[in-house]
Structure formats: C-alpha cells, structure tokens
C-alpha cells in the first residue's frame, strides 16, 4: 500500500510540471485578447486584420501539429515539450517589442509553430503514462490548467496593459522561458527507447502527407470525433476571436475589465476540467459528456448576445465556458482511448483539425463582426447546436450497428 502510494505521487511531478507548461503556454495565448483592440488601433487595422492575426496562430499550429507529433514518437516527448518552451519565449518577446503590424503577424506566426510541439507531446505524456481508467482524469486535469491560462491571462494582460502595452508579453516571455528549464532538467522522458525505435520504423515504412493522414482520419474510427473537434475549436474561435473588441464596441469596457471577466470565467473553466470532468466520464460516459458539453456551449453563446451589463456579460460567458472546457477534455479522451498505441500521431492529428478550426473560425467572426457583431455569436451557437443533434443521431446509428453484430 505505501509503495502504491509512493508511485502515485511520484506520477503526480510530471503531470504538474506539464500542468505548469500548458498553463504558460495557453496564458501566453490568451494574454492578446484584451490587448489587440487597442493594438489594432494603434495601426489603423480593422476587426479583419484581427481575424487574421489570431487566425496565423492556429494556421501555424494546422500546419506542424501533426510533424510534432509524429517526431515526438520517434524521439519522445520531453525534447519537443522543452523546445517548444523556448521558441514560445521568443515569440512572447518579439511581441512586446514589436513596432509595426508585420511584427505582430511573425510574432503570432513563431507562437503558433512551437506551442503546436508543446500541446500534442503533453497529451502523448499523459496518455503514456496514464491507465484507460485514469486517462480522463490526467486529460481533465491537462484541461483545467489550459483553461485557467488561457483565461487568467486575459487578466494578467489587462491588468499589466494599464502600466504598459508590452508588459503582458515581456512577463510571458519569462515565464515561457522558465517553464523551458524546468522542462529540460527535471521532466523525466515518458516514452521508452525500445517504444520510440519502433514508432521510427513504423513511421519510415508509411510517409504519408498532413491532407492525406487527415483524409484517411476521417474515414477511420476517429474520424467523426476529429471532425467534433473542428467544430468546437470553429466555434470557439467565433468568441476568441471578438470577444475583446465586441466588449470594447458594445460595452466600452477598459482592457482591465475585460480581463477580470476572463479570470472568473477561468476559474469556472479550471474546475470544470480538474473536478468535473473526470467524475461525469466515470458516471455518465465520453458520448453522453460531450453531448451535454455541446448543449450548454450552444445556449451559451445565445445567452452571451444577450447579456446587457458587467454582470450579466460575466455570467453568461461562464456558462458558456463550462460547456467548452467539459467538451475538450471530453473529446481528447475519446481519442486518446482509440490511439490503438500512435498517442503521439493521433494527439497532432487532433491538433490539427482543432488548429484548422481556430483558423477558419477566426477568419469568419472577423469578417461576420464588420457586418453585425452579433453574427459570429450566433454562427457559433447555430453550429454547436447542430453538432449537438448530428452527433445524438450518429451515436444511434453506431448502438444500431453494434446491435446488429
């Protein structure tokens, strides 16, 4: 008993510090959204500019996802995971020094081609050191620290961009940087030798482009929640992408309000991933998760549209927050359980369709904000609401099929 105990808090280290890196990472992120209004201003660009900026990021990681996560099997997990740190780093620092707008687009561009070496080799960790039993539960608690970066660095960069613009990235820079270290000489290596050296040959013996693997996923029995994972990271994107400039236009909130009402919706987000998900896996099941996960996103984002003051605005974007940060962790361990042994590969593959997701979805809402904003509210809310009932009669049709075997 005292040697299973041991074990468990030894497994715990690793799990914390790649907690601590997604934390950075998705911080990093999330650190642009009550600041680029004001940035885009500075350079006589419009809400399209904005949807091309932060759609460059997810193109990036659209594009090498899948590469770090097959080189990640070959190689492990631990060289990509720190690497990416840095490269992230770098990115953050560029950013805050930057002085014209095609400084901001490489900036975004280096951002979007490391933390896609950082998100699929920390989901690969998880999966290879974790049983099918514990999967939900280390993805879950992956998820919640996502979250609470992506939503707490909001806040950060609101609150640091009252005393400067480029104090937000400088501190994330940093800190990117110190993650990287601790990465790079204290996270043990959680694929072993004997596993990568085989993966290597595997992956020698089929070469296989990015548009071709993503075909092919589809047609597999990953494909139809690959194909989730677009639409949720699609209408994700629709809020990301214009929620700080829709607070800005309808509201005239300061870059400090919009980042207190992401710290309270990261919180919600935090504890949704680290205490929620993991028990709903257990009691009610993956699909019936993400079928709820998909409800409560979609009357989320109605609710948001029509919210009137600070108060209704905070409530409302945490409801719809719990129902995004349920579905994530929900879909990455349904993926994870049909890996069948390729996390790696299969964890870039979800970070690909997520990435190409993001990036449509953000050039969407740019475009949709110049006309109405409400629009890309309601593009979101009609697509999760659609994915909801699609996926009710997939999952039918599946019971169906297995009846008949």
């Given amino acids: 008993m005292e040697q299973q105990l041991e074990e468990e808090r030894v497994s715990k280290k690793p799990l914390i510090m790649l907690m601590l890196n997604m934390f950075v990472i998705m911080m990093g992120i999330g650190l642009v959204i009550p600041i680029l209004p004001y940035y885009i201003e500075q350079f006589g660009a419009s809400s399209i500019e904005l949807g091309i900026l932060i759609a460059i990021f997810s193109f ?4 090498l996802a899948p590469f770090w ?8 997990r631990k060289p990509l995971i720190a690497l990416g740190m840095f490269g992230f780093a770098i990115a953050e620092f ?3 020094f930057a002085t014209q707008l095609w400084m901001l687009f490489l900036s975004r561009m280096l951002a979007g081609a490391f933390g896609s070496a950082i998100m699929p080799s920390a989901m690969a960790f998880v999966s290879d050191r974790t049983s099918e039993q514990k999967r939900g539960q280390g993805m879950g608690m992956l998820g919640a620290a996502m979250a609470l970066g992506f939503v707490v660095g909001p806040g950060i960069g609101g609150w640091l961009a009252e005393i400067n613009l480029a104090a937000p990235f400088v501190f994330a820079g940093i800190a990117a940087s110190i993650a990287g270290l601790f990465s790079l000489f204290l996270l043990p290596e959680s694929l072993p030798k004997e596993q990568r050296e085989a993966n290597a040959v595997k992956q020698s013996e089929v070469k296989q482009s990015q548009m071709v693997q993503m075909g092919k996923a589809i047609k597999s029995p990953i ?10 990271s699609f209408a994700l994107a629709n809020f990301q992408t214009i929620f700080g400039i829709y607070a800005l236009y309808q509201f005239n909130y300061s870059p400090s309000q919009v980042g207190t009402i992401m710290v309270f919706v990261g919180v919600v987000g935090a504890v949704a991933q680290g205490v929620l998900v993991g028990r709903l896996t257990t009691k009610f099941g993956d699909d019936n998760v993400v079928l709820g996960a998909l409800l409560v996103g979609g009357i989320g984002f109605i609710f948001m549209s029509l919210a009137f003051n600070f108060t209704t605005v905070l409530l409302t974007t945490c409801f ?6 349920i579905l994530r962790p929900a879909l990455n361990t349904t993926l994870s359980r049909l890996a069948d042994g390729h996390q790696g590969m299969v964890m870039g593959l979800n970070n690909s369709f997520m990435s190409l997701g993001n990036v449509v979805g953000a050039l969407i809402a740019g475009v949709l904000f110049e006309v109405n904003i409400f629009l890309p509210y309601s593009l979101g809310a009609v697509t999760l609401l659609m994915a909801f009932f699609v996926t009710i009669y997939w999952l039918s049709r599946k019971k169906r099929r297995q009846a008949v075997i």
């Fill in 320 to 325: 719809f927050f719990l129902g995004n940060s």
């Fill in 69 to 76: 996560g097959r080189l990640s099997d070959r190689v492990g």
């Fill in 94 to 96: 560029i950013f805050a």
């Fill in 60 to 63: 990036m990681q659209f594009l």
């Fill in 223 to 232: 494909g139809f929640w690959l194909i989730l994972v677009f639409v949720m």
